[in-house]
């Protein structure tokens, strides 16, 4: 039996439109979502009206600071809501939910953009809906990809998961031990103060590109998790040797050349993905699935998917689904569909119970709209 | 496919029989009835053997691949060892290919009814799956799960890490477990270790018995404490175990108040 997706539709419409804010990290998305009566599938899927991001990006060798995002998102979220309705081509009355992510963020961005979102639900007398943030990548992935049950790998900047569902639940499998595989990237750019824009997870790749010699990084599985605090602190000090004060050369061991900053961007990422891979696959063979659907920011590295695709290809009826930097990165469309399918079982928030929260774990969570 | 892997194994293994048992995560198993050099082993089992196979991933780059490979071939022959010499349940190494990553060992377990592999997992999955609620939870489930923990303990007072406690690395025979698959195995002294062992398996619990997950991790634990009360470890188990439980209760809070940014 499948979920009743139409229970609580306005009698005489037949579609529902969501708009989707999010702001947990450096990304302020706003998107807006079409959903017709009935269950999505192939022939009935989700229409994507506007999908409108606007990134705050620092200097090299600076982080984001919470303060200064929350002031950025404070700044542009009017704005980019009123392009993402104008693209979309609706008024604020059309709209049947204001989804915003309720968390796991940073807490000024979030809280900046969610009174944005209570304002407009005020304004317009529309219900509120909080969102998980990695429910709402997740769900766009499955939509997007059509990936029916897969396990996701979650891979951005505050996170990384190895999840599967099971009973209502995206159940977490493998994580990180400590940091997440974005934040070591964006450390190690730091480090070699590499250009944040467009994404410092981009240049590492482009760089890598270059890279040829493989310099030797522990390896740090543990079960399902990993742990990749130690490997940054390692490539970090290499940096620091080759590139700091003591100007210390470093060679190839085989080949005699010289070692260079693209070969430890290219180092870094060999030993991080396939650290990643690893327990993707675990996960796969524990749970006897054949799907694998990436999703986050660093999903959309081409490394990252290619390697998987190598993985998934040696297992039974494999399959491999990921999606392009429009849904990889964090947006606005995610949160209004993972929101609106919310919607329309039933869940919403009441003002008083739209507070954000820095911790938000994937499986407190109850999907409701699934129930296989 | 799976078909290139099977390719690959035979050319290492040219004239033997193979029928494949399960692709895990990192090695692929199956099931011979030729033993390498005698023909008439002092085993349990000796009519069949497993010989597990660690191919090459083509993902890896070649240096990490080969490196890899080589050292978990060699670190699980020698921890499986370890263990006969110790005493604690697990299958017993016949031969090994360290470069190829082959391993020829003791076949254990026995058939669930359903025909699968008699692992935890496999036998906890058939019980909610096929019985009641009340079977679930029934007194030989309890048993089981104290052994295993028991188990853990007795490998955790040898500072021996087992890397990747789920339930499907647990295979049973006769209510007995014993344990499998030493890949990640490592050796330490230190609480901290032990206590991400601990986690790992009660996550690997939560994740995949999710419905009774609370009774098995709380019998699990159980089980861990009495192997630390055990007479043959005396004093110094009871203090172990303090240390470890403590730290556990740190890698947790670790675990779920992470903040997860971004």
Redesign the interface.
């Known amino acids: 039996m499948t979920v009743d997706l139409d229970k609580y539709a306005k009698p005489g419409k037949g579609y529902y439109i969501a708009l989707g804010l999010e702001g947990?990290?450096?990304k302020l998305g706003v998107g807006v979502i079409k959903h017709n009566l009935g269950q999505l599938s192939t022939t009935n899927r989700a229409e994507v009206l506007s999908n409108i991001r606007d990134t705050y990006i620092t200097p090299p060798g600076e982080g984001f600071l919470p303060r200064d995002t929350a002031r950025h998102h404070r700044n542009w979220v009017v704005r980019v809501i009123k392009k993402a309705l104008i693209e979309a081509k609706i008024k604020g009355t059309d709209i049947d939910c204001i989804c915003f992510t309720q968390g796991?963020?940073?807490g000024a961005p979030l809280q900046s953009v969610v009174v944005a979102a209570r304002t407009l639900a005020q304004l317009w007398d529309l219900p509120l809906v909080g969102v998980n943030h990695?429910v709402g990548h997740i769900e766009m992935g499955r939509e997007i990809t059509g990936a029916d049950n897969p396990v996701v790998l979650y891979v951005?900047?505050?996170?990384t998961q190895v999840i599967?569902y099971?009973?209502q639940?995206y159940?977490?499998?493998g994580?990180t031990?400590d940091i997440?595989i974005?934040?070591c990237l964006d450390r190690f750019a730091r480090t070699l103060k590499i250009p944040n824009e467009p994404a410092p997870g981009y240049n590492i790749e482009q760089m890598a590109k270059k890279g040829k010699h493989?310099v030797n990084l522990p390896?740090t599985?543990?079960?399902?998790?990993l742990s990749m605090s130690g490997i940054l602190a390692h490539v970090e000090g290499l940096a620091k040797d080759m590139f700091g004060k003591q100007n210390k050369k470093l060679v190839d061991v085989e080949s005699g050349e010289p070692i260079t900053a693209e070969d430890l961007c290219f180092s870094l990422q060999?030993?991080l993905f396939?650290m990643l891979?690893?327990i993707t696959?675990?996960a796969?063979?524990?749970?006897n699935s054949n799907q694998v659907l990436i999703v986050g920011?660093v999903g959309s590295n081409e490394r990252l998917q290619?390697?998987?695709k190598?993985?998934i290809?040696?297992?039974?009826n494999g399959q491999i689904y990921a999606t392009d930097e429009r849904f990889c990165i964090?947006n606005g469309i995610m949160i209004a569909h993972a929101g609106l399918l919310g919607y329309r079982t039933g869940q919403t928030n009441e003002l008083w119970n739209t507070i954000c929260t820095?911790?938000?774990?994937t499986d407190e969570v109850f999907v409701k709209w699934r129930d296989d | 496919m799976t078909d290139r892997l099977v390719g690959q194994v035979s050319g290492y293994l040219p004239n033997i029989p193979l029928e494949v048992v399960s692709q895990g995560a990192e090695a692929l198993v199956f099931k011979t009835k030729v033993h390498p050099y005698i023909e008439k082993p002092y085993l349990q089992n000796n009519s069949e053997y497993i010989i597990k196979f660690r191919p090459s991933k083509p993902y890896r780059h070649p240096k990490i691949d080969a490196s890899i490979t080589k050292n978990r071939t060699i670190g699980e022959v020698k921890f499986m060892a370890k263990l006969s010499k110790l005493g604690i349940k697990a299958p017993s190494v016949i031969s090994a290919d360290y470069k190829n990553g082959i391993i020829w060992m003791e076949c254990l377990g026995s058939e669930l009814p359903n025909g699968e592999v008699s692992s935890l997992k496999n036998w906890l999955w058939y019980l909610e799956r096929n019985e009641s609620e009340e079977r679930c939870l029934a007194d030989d489930v309890k048993l089981a799960c104290n052994k295993v923990g028991e188990l853990i303990g007795k490998l955790h007072m040898n500072d021996m890490i087992h890397g990747d406690l789920t339930s499907s690395n647990i295979l049973l025979q006769n209510g007995e477990p014993m344990l499998i698959d030493f890949g990640l195995s490592s050796y330490s002294g230190l609480p901290e270790d032990k206590a991400v062992d601990l986690y790992v398996l009660e996550r690997a619990i939560l994740s995949t018995h999710s419905v009774f997950s609370d009774k098995y991790n709380q019998w699990l634990l159980e089980g861990y404490e009495a192997g630390h009360k055990s007479s043959e470890f005396g004093k110094k188990g009871n203090k172990k175990l303090v240390e470890t439980i403590r730290k556990l209760e740190d890698v947790r809070l670790r675990g779920r108040k992470r903040s997860m940014l971004g």
């Open positions: 947990s990290a450096n796991p963020g940073m990695c951005s900047g505050g996170n599967a099971s009973k639940r159940r977490i499998f994580e031990l997440a974005g934040n493989l390896y599985v543990k079960g399902m998790d060999e030993i396939s891979v690893e696959e675990r796969i063979a524990h749970v920011g290619e390697m998987m190598l993985m290809q040696d297992r039974k964090d820095q911790r938000f774990r």
